[in-house]
């Protein structure tokens, strides 16, 4: 018997999609705060991109064992413009993507992160270490852009790219909105249903 990958799923119908004509530097992670998801590779890029753009903001939501450590790497290297805001309920999640213009994220290893779906819906640009499943979900320069794991040199040339390349990045965002309705109950649910069929 051959396997099928049946994907997530990401609720389309609280879509707080907002259209974007420019892209701010304002960027947001929406992870756990554990080793896995190597938030400290986030924090050392945007340091990097806020010596050239000092205004750049992040925000970084969720709630783990190393947000004192993080907190502590963010006063020690007096990065700017950087919140903790813990844990936050999922319905109120759309309007903190609403407030920011672009995803990063670095795990070290993933599967099929849902925050990453939310993010195409929402309409904000994905940037993202290649590892796992994410290749399978974000296609390089067509509806996001990846980077080599842990490498935060990179991943802040990808987000100092896409504040000076509006177009190609709308486009991406575009494609990413569309792609995204593969990952809606009604399609996932009808994969799902055709296997017991």
């Known amino acids: 018997m051959s396997a099928v990958v049946i994907p997530n799923i990401v609720d389309l119908k609280n879509d707080v999609y907002k259209e974007r004509f420019e892209l701010q530097p304002h960027f947001i992670s929406v992870r756990h705060l554990r080793d896995l998801y190597n938030i400290p590779c986030i924090l050392r890029a945007f340091e990097r991109v806020q010596k050239i753009i000092p205004e750049s903001t992040l925000t970084v939501l969720g709630e783990g064992d190393k947000?004192?450590?993080?907190?502590?790497?963010?006063?020690?290297?007096?990065?700017?413009?950087?919140?903790?805001?813990?844990?936050?309920?999922?319905?109120?999640?759309?309007?903190?993507?609403?407030?920011?213009?672009?995803?990063?994220?670095?795990?070290?290893?993933?599967?099929?992160?849902?925050?990453?779906?939310?993010?195409?819906?929402?309409?904000?640009?994905?940037?993202?270490?290649?590892?796992?499943?994410?290749?399978?979900?974000?296609?390089?320069?067509k509806t996001g852009l990846l980077f080599e794991s842990d490498n935060d040199e990179e991943m802040s040339e990808k987000m100092l790219w896409a504040l000076s390349h509006h177009e190609e990045c709308l486009k991406m965002i575009r494609n990413a909105k569309k792609d995204v309705k593969k990952y809606s109950l009604e399609v996932v649910g009808k994969q799902i249903k055709a296997l017991y069929e």
């Open 67 to 141: 947000r004192n450590e993080l907190e502590s790497f963010v006063k020690e290297r007096n990065i700017h413009n950087v919140k903790f805001l813990g844990q936050v309920p999922n319905e109120i999640i759309g309007e903190y993507l609403k407030k920011n213009d672009i995803m990063l994220s670095s795990p070290l290893e993933d599967n099929m992160p849902v925050s990453l779906l939310e993010a195409f819906s929402a309409g904000l640009l994905v940037v993202s270490s290649n590892v796992g499943g994410v290749p399978y979900m974000v296609e390089n320069g």
